[in-house]
């Protein structure tokens, strides 16, 4: 037996339950659902993917140290034979609070002819509970599967209910909710880059997360909401840093010039008010061009190009960073300690940000197609939808600035409901998920199969994603005073991308450091996630 990964915290009640799971098989295992039936999942748990030959560890926390620990995950996973249909597992395992009460450690398999799990002895007295599973693959042909009377298993529609999840930070302060991070679980889970079924925002491996990070960067680009640690890309700091650099930084700071200044469009978004919409998309794309060459890593952009190189109207001796920092500094921020970054997914992960945020209703306001399923306004005088029924949002109307813009940002950024990646219904309610879900499949097919940029990427932003409408308008700091209303609705004639060759000459020209042009008023400013 290999080496037994350590709980990841010491127990403080004694009544958790340690399940190793080892892998004996030559293929990998995705979860596929779980359920925390009493307690709480430990960080990181359950793994959403068990590689092959490889252990790992299911932990579930007593949450409250006198009600114990029970829980079930499933796993799928698919036979070298027969790689289009999957098989799956079920471990049910608990450890209960109370002394008449034996720990329980079962499994259950969709085709026992297949996938066979050896449950190793275990205690059936005694705390903290620890269990033992083997699974193994047999190498008989998949076709078996039908002589099994495969039954698939029901998978519990609460699971995702066992907790609240949350961007936290230390000592649990919730930070903020991770609507970004859930949008591309659920585009990943459905493109050709198939996450587990499984995956959440709490379970996300080393791997997933520097996707995580590049899309957390466009609201956090020094990354001063992390630790600067070498073995760890997904712990969180306290977050006073971010914080003081975005109510009070210097105006030459990224964090100040993304959220308030000339870097507004990695949020879609214009500079300042009354921006030509041209203009603002002539900025997105210049800027994505050179971003997603850099994730696909086949074309002329490498992570050792100095930013003035690259963006010399953007970074100078007086940005921070400056210009002769690279695109792998321009990523990693204020934590280079990571050994394991990957640039390449990082910037593929902004890729993506700026896609959703392309469509929420604070950052612009588009077209929408189907006024006739908004179902008034909530008792907070907020936009909503009849049940069942989802925005369908076209072109680009208007893009907004932050600058000037009222607290109502907010709402539309984030989400009071619970969602669930793999139900792309539970997405709804939050205006514009979809569309933002929908083109983020889109941009990851692209991505996998390492399409170049002028092969069909340039086109899908430019005409697809932020294609603008027949009669956009100048920027403002709206949010949805226009949303919905006869003259933002129903059909309209997209407008043809005549200044496709102008964009790519537009030269936007960075403010001096002593201009002020940086400086925004931050009174009434909303932390923009």
Not at 202 to 214: C, H, I, K, P, V
Request: charged share 25%.
């Amino acid at each position: 037996m290999a080496d037994q990964q350590e709980p990841i915290f010491t127990p403080t009640s004694g009544y958790e339950s340690f399940i190793y799971i080892y892998n004996k098989t030559k293929v990998d295992f995705a979860l596929d659902s779980s359920k925390a039936i009493l307690g709480s999942w430990a960080k990181g748990c359950p793994p959403n993917t068990i590689k092959a030959g490889a252990q790992a560890l299911v932990q579930l926390n007593d949450s409250f140290g006198f009600s114990g620990s029970q829980g079930e995950v499933v796993y799928e996973l698919y036979h070298p034979s027969d790689p289009d249909t999957p098989l799956s597992f079920k471990v049910e395992f608990c450890d209960p609070y109370g002394r008449w009460n034996d720990n329980y450690l079962r499994t259950k398999s969709s085709n026992p002819k297949l996938v066979s799990c050896q449950v190793l002895d275990y205690n059936l007295t005694g705390h903290p509970f620890t269990g033992h599973v083997e699974v193994y693959l047999t190498e008989n042909s998949a076709n078996e599967m039908t002589e099994a009377g495969n039954t698939p298993y029901e998978t519990n529609g609460d699971a995702h209910a066992a907790f609240e999840i949350g961007f936290n930070g230390p000592l649990g302060i919730k930070i903020r909710d991770p609507v970004h991070e859930d949008i591309a679980i659920a585009a990943f889970i459905a493109s050709r880059m198939r996450f587990p079924k499984g995956t959440e925002y709490t379970n996300l491996d080393a791997a997933q997360w520097e996707y995580m990070r590049g899309l957390l960067w466009s609201d956090d680009p020094l990354c001063l909401l992390f630790e600067d640690s070498r073995e760890s890309n997904s712990e969180l700091a306290v977050g006073e840093k971010f914080l003081g650099d975005f109510y009070a930084g210097a105006p030459s700071s990224l964090t100040q010039r993304s959220h308030f200044g000339d870097l507004q469009f990695f949020h879609a978004m214009a500079a300042q008010s009354n921006e030509d919409p041209h203009k603002t998309k002539a900025n997105m794309l210049s800027w994505l061009e050179t971003i997603y060459k850099l994730a696909i890593g086949v074309q002329d952009v490498r992570e050792t190009d100095s930013l003035a190189d690259r963006f010399p109207t953007r970074f100078s001796s007086y940005s921070d960073p400056s210009g002769d920092a690279s695109l792998r500094q321009l990523f990693l921020g204020r934590t280079p300690s990571y050994r394991k970054a990957n640039i390449s997914k990082r910037a593929f992960g902004h890729c993506l940000h700026m896609v959703q945020d392309s469509y929420a209703v604070g950052h612009t306001l588009r077209r929408l197609a189907n006024p006739g399923d908004l179902d008034g306004k909530d008792g907070e005088g907020f936009f909503r939808f009849k049940p069942g029924r989802f925005a369908r949002l076209g072109p680009i109307i208007t893009f907004h600035t932050y600058s000037g813009q009222s607290k109502r940002h907010a709402h539309y950024d984030e989400s009071k409901q619970s969602r669930s990646p793999r139900d792309l219904e539970s997405f709804n309610h939050i205006i514009g998920a979809r569309d933002a879900v929908d083109k983020s499949i889109k941009l990851i097919n692209l991505y996998a199969q390492k399409t170049k940029w002028e092969d069909g990427v340039r086109d899908f932003f430019a005409n697809e994603v932020f294609v603008l409408d027949s009669k956009a308008t100048l920027s403002n700091p709206q949010v949805d005073e226009r949303f919905g209303s006869p003259d933002t609705s129903s059909e309209s004639t997209l407008e043809a991308d005549r200044f496709a060759d102008e964009e790519y000459q537009l030269v936007v020209f960075l403010p001096s450091h002593s201009s002020g042009v940086w400086s925004n008023s931050l009174a009434d400013a909303q932390a923009p996630f």
